[in-house]
């Protein structure tokens, strides 16, 4: 699923991260899957972007 995005941002608290698939696999999976070994909720899919765990800064830039 990610494989085929354009870009991955992933946020864990305040902390905001952006990937793309040629980051490599592990570097993403390590930060998009949280403790239960699924994806971090909420995860948002927006044409080729993806958006994963929640900030509201992350989500006031997306929404811009």
Do not use: C, H, Q
């Not at 993403?28 to 239960?36: I, N």
């Amino acid at each position: 699923m990610l494989a085929s995005a354009k870009s991955i941002r992933i946020a864990k608290g305040k902390k905001v991260e952006a990937f793309t698939p040629a980051d490599g696999r592990e570097a993403v999976l390590k930060k998009a899957m949280g403790p239960s070994g699924n994806l971090r909720a909420p995860t948002y899919r927006a044409g080729d972007d993806y958006i994963i765990g929640f900030s509201d800064d992350l989500y006031n830039d997306w929404l811009k």
